[in-house]
């Protein structure tokens, strides 16, 4: 079935500091998601993407769909303490109807 | 602004028992999804549902069965529980933006 391989796992930062995780396919996506999830809570959706080569912010937050369909980045700029939590990339192709795979999770800690 | 809604929030089972999760979405969207979160695991699909009527098998469906009620509506059996079946479970809705409940954590003794 589909993979999807998010790097890295973990990341341990100081508050000011630019962030970057990935996300890779073993299959083509027509569209990438990044969620982020805080303790206790359910994913709640940051960014959608929906083109190859797509940019798109929401505020600090920068993700990006790669040219080749098979994978995607997210950027957090000049982090704050609030920004932990857990990052996921999800995708999936085709339509509504079609099964949504995630990425195990970019486990964020911002020490301020 | 409901979005989705899981009951219950919290649950204790014995092994064997068995109980049903249920999952109810607001938003009119065809899809809707049942997910368990384990440590360092991310995000693994049950079963899903592509519109009312229809369901169909995720990755990890062993020891589950669900029911597409109707199209606001989404449950999750488990007919005798394990203690493997310990999880945190996510219910999510989608028309081409999913959107998630708030979780059941399910602790099987």
């Known amino acids: 079935g589909q993979q999807l391989n998010q790097s890295p796992q973990s990341m341990f930062i100081q508050e000011g500091e630019d962030v970057s995780m990935n996300c890779t396919s073993s299959?083509?996506?027509?569209?990438w998601l990044w969620y982020k999830q805080e303790p206790g809570e359910g994913p709640v959706l940051l960014i959608a993407?929906?083109?190859?080569?797509e940019l798109t912010s929401n505020g600090r937050l920068t993700a990006q769909f790669g040219i080749t369909r098979k994978d995607s980045f997210l950027n957090i700029s000049a982090s704050i303490p609030s920004d932990v939590g857990i990052y996921f990339c999800?995708?999936?192709?085709?339509?509504?109807?079609?099964?949504?795979?995630f990425g195990e999770g970019t486990q964020l800690t911002v020490n301020p | 602004n409901a979005g989705v809604t899981q009951t219950p929030k919290f649950q204790v089972l014995k092994t064997g028992q068995s109980m049903t999760l249920q999952c109810a979405q607001d938003?009119?969207?065809?899809?809707m999804y049942w997910y368990r979160q384990d440590p360092g695991m991310g995000l693994r699909l049950i079963y899903y549902?592509?519109?009312?009527?229809?369901?169909d098998k995720g990755e990890v469906p062993n020891g589950y069965n669900v029911s597409r009620l109707n199209k606001r509506e989404f449950s999750l059996r488990l007919e005798s529980a394990a203690p493997s079946q310990t999880s945190v479970y996510f219910c999510?809705?989608?028309?081409?933006?999913?959107?998630f409940g708030q979780g059941t954590r399910l602790t099987v003794v």
């Open positions: 938003m009119n969207h065809n899809s």
């Open positions: 299959s083509i996506f027509n569209t």
């Open positions: 999800a995708g999936h192709i085709g339509t509504s109807g079609s099964r949504l795979t």
């Open positions: 549902s592509a519109s009312e009527g229809t369901t």
């Open positions: 993407l929906y083109k190859a080569g």
């Open positions: 999510a809705s989608r028309e081409g933006l999913a959107f």
